[in-house]
């Protein structure tokens, strides 16, 4: 049996260790849990381990707005204290509070 601990939880600010991006934890897969298709589309030399948590993120960087699926390993928490201004935020997270989100939605 397989067994994994997150090291992020929901509503905390992160960012990628080597791209410039940030964002907020609203979902996290145990395994790796996406596409055959998206694993194969990162280059192999860069390729995530599949058996280590993976984040869902409202990631930001300088241009634009997205989700992101980004391994563990490749996440740090992010405590610059700054907001994420992802603007689907609201819908699940309250106000920015000592540098985490508090989760706004029910979970199931």
């Known amino acids: 049996m397989l067994k994994t601990r997150a090291r992020y939880h929901l509503g905390q600010v992160v960012r990628h260790r080597k791209h410039p991006f940030r964002g907020v934890v609203f ?4 395994t790796f849990a996406n596409t055959e298709e998206w694993y194969q589309s990162i280059p ?3 390729r ?3 058996d280590q948590p993976f984040y869902h993120l409202l990631a930001e960087n300088e241009q634009s707005y997205y989700v992101a699926y980004v391994s563990e390993q490749n996440l740090e928490a992010d405590y610059s204290g700054e907001p994420v201004g992802h603007p689907d935020l609201p819908e699940f997270f309250g106000e920015l509070e000592d540098g985490s989100y508090p989760v706004h939605f029910q979970l199931n």
């Open 27 to 30: 979902d996290v897969d145990p």
């Open 44 to 46: 192999e030399e860069a």
């Open 48 to 50: 995530p381990a599949r």
